[in-house]
């Protein structure tokens, strides 16, 4: 049994088709996703990334992200074998907290509050695997990271990858 | 430079007195704290417990806690010398997020974002020290864990104990 932190935005909840649902809500404007790969998470939509950014701030943006394929199976099998925690950098966004909170309640009806962390900086996290898609994150971890592919992300290396929740459950299940 | 995980309740904000407060709000009778030492956390008034426990869901009660003596000061010096954060297990109580939130901006507004962790299970916590009032925080506590007397703790025998924040000062300036 091992100890694994989930993060939550960009790798439960789909923060770039989120970012796409309201762009095009706000502006009429689908933009394709494979444009955004490679860029910064805010970055790649015409109105600019201060409008995207402010997303961040509107009532709901949290609230109602897409669930990432697979997840909802694949947390739920490894909230069977393993010590399995929900750990998000939350803090940033005090407003996100009772929507992510609500958001997992909506989800992931079985994560007990003892499992979920809201915290600022993930330095102070322990565990023996960390999936996130933010080096920031886990490049101070000491456990074992696993950067989950994002669009903002597939330029970075030197992490061990998972490309998809299917793949998560062939490391860890 | 020491990192350091301090508890909210009991620690930073006087629990106890604010039971106190909101009972003799209600009931119109003070309670003298000296009745609560030994006693578990919830117990000691005549109303009963349950009565107790229902304050904790209040609105406004995290949010007005009293702050214990010497803290603002002992925790602003720690921050300058140690690696600080506080870690609270707020997510029993949702509503008590936004309120512990706008509690450490009014009392310790030098606390940024970064620095704080509202947890479930503390397990997932990793530190040189943890300061705490309750022994499930800190048993499994692989640092140095740090008892914060509190009236619910006098009678628990085994772990270092600090009985005001000018004796943490003392262990850790």
Known sequence: MARI???MDGVMADTSQQYINWYANRYGQTIDINSLVGLPETEGFPAGKDVIRSFLYEPGFFRTKPVIKDCQEVVKALFDKHDVFIVSAAMEFPQSLVEKLDWLKEHF????WERIVFCGSKTIVHADYMIDDHVKNLQSFKGEPLMFTAPHNVNISGYKR???WEEVG???L
Not at 109 to 112: A, E, N, Q
């Open 109 to 112: 009806p079985f994560i007990g």
């Open 5 to 7: 932190a989930i993060d």
């Open 162 to 164: 998972v490309n998809s």
């Open 170 to 172: 062939q490391i860890l």
